[in-house]
C-alpha cells in the first residue's frame, strides 16, 4: 500500500527524453509529480550525478533511484530532472569527453523545463553531487536565469572562482565531507581530475573560501553565524555557517564528518534524508519567492 502511494504521489516512473545540443542527442529523466501546479507556475529542480568508476550514458535514472530526490520534490509539487552525463561525468573537470558542452545542455534543459514543463522562469534550481556539483556551480556561472544551488562534496575550483559571474541573488548551500578523500575540505587537488585540463580545474577552494565566495557575489554585508546542524532525530550532525545579510541570496555551508557521499538527514536512509533537507531549503528559497509577473 505504501509503495503504491508513493507511484500515485510522483505520478508513476520517471520519463526518458531527449534534446539536440549541436547536433548531439543529450538524454535525461524527468518526474512531473500527480500534485504539480497548473503549467506555468510550476517549479523544479535539476539533479546532477557524480562521476565515479561507472561511465554508462544513463546514470540519471540510477541516481533518481539513489537520492530519491524526485520524491523529496514532489512533496513540494515540483518537478525533478536528472540529466545523464556523456560518458557518466560532466565536464569539467573530470572524465567527459572534449568538446561536450554540458552548459548549453544545462541552458536547454531550462528552457524545455519552461517550455514543455509549464515551469516558472526563476524557479529552476541546480543540484549536483561531486562531478555533477562542479556542473552545478559551472551552471550558475553562465546562467543568471538559474533560482538557486546546493553542491555536494564539490568545491569551487580556482579557475571557476576567476570566470564566474553572479549576476543575480542566488540561494546557496554547500554541503562538505571533512573527511572527503575526492574534495579536499581544505581545498587542493582533486582525485581523479585529469591533468590535461591543467590544474585551474583540478584545484579547488576550500570550504571556507568556496562559501564565502557565493557570499561575496550575493553581496552578503554580516559574517557567517556558526550554528549545529540538527537532524529529525535531535542528534548534531554536523555544522552550519550561515552567512547573513544576504536578502533573497542567502548562503548555507554545511559541514559534517563523512567522506565523498550524499550525506545528512539523520534517518535510516541517509541519502533520503539529505534530498528532503535539499527540497525543504529550495521549497523556502527558490521555490516559494516572489516574482514578478511576466
Not at 211 to 223: E, H, M, Y
Request: net charge positive; charged share 25%; aromatic share 8%.
Amino acid at each position: 500500500m505504501i509503495a503504491l502511494l508513493m507511484m500515485v504521489a510522483l505520478g508513476g516512473p520517471p520519463q526518458r527524453e531527449v534534446v539536440k545540443i549541436g547536433g548531439m542527442e543529450r538524454s535525461y529523466w524527468v518526474q512531473v509529480p500527480d500534485n504539480a501546479k497548473p503549467e506555468g507556475k510550476r517549479s523544479a529542480v535539476v539533479v546532477f550525478h557524480g562521476a565515479g568508476p561507472d561511465h554508462s550514458d544513463d546514470k540519471g535514472a540510477k541516481f533518481a533511484k539513489h537520492t530519491q530526490m524526485a520524491r523529496a520534490a514532489a512533496e513540494y509539487g515540483a518537478v525533478a530532472v536528472f540529466p545523464n552525463g556523456v560518458n557518466g561525468a560532466w565536464f569539467p573537470p573530470q572524465w567527459a569527453p572534449e568538446g561536450v558542452d554540458d552548459i548549453a545542455f544545462a541552458k536547454a534543459l531550462y528552457d524545455v523545463l519552461v517550455r514543455k514543463y509549464g515551469v516558472r522562469d526563476g524557479r529552476v534550481a541546480a543540484v549536483g553531487f561531486s562531478s555533477g556539483g562542479h556542473m552545478a556551480m559551472q551552471w550558475a556561472c553562465n546562467d543568471p536565469r538559474l533560482g538557486g544551488l546546493v553542491v555536494l562534496a564539490a568545491g569551487l575550483s580556482e579557475m571557476q572562482s576567476r570566470k564566474c559571474d553572479l549576476t543575480a541573488p542566488l540561494p546557496t548551500m554547500l554541503v562538505y565531507g571533512r573527511e572527503d578523500p575526492v574534495n579536499p575540505y581544505r581545498g587542493g587537488k582533486v582525485t581523479g581530475a585529469r591533468e590535461s585540463q591543467g590544474r585551474e580545474d583540478a584545484e579547488v577552494l576550500s570550504a571556507e573560501r568556496s562559501g564565502k565566495f557565493f557570499a561575496d557575489g550575493n553581496g552578503c554585508t554580516k559574517s557567517a553565524k556558526h550554528l549545529p546542524l540538527i537532524g529529525p532525530n535531535g542528534r548534531t550532525l554536523g555544522d552550519i555557517d550561515r552567512y547573513r545579510g544576504c536578502g533573497k541570496g542567502r548562503v548555507d555551508l554545511i559541514s559534517i564528518p563523512v567522506g565523498h557521499v550524499w550525506p545528512l538527514g539523520g534517518t535510516p536512509n541517509a541519502a533520503r534524508g539529505a534530498s528532503a533537507y535539499i527540497a525543504k531549503f529550495l521549497k523556502k528559497r527558490v521555490w516559494s519567492k516572489k516574482l514578478r509577473e511576466p
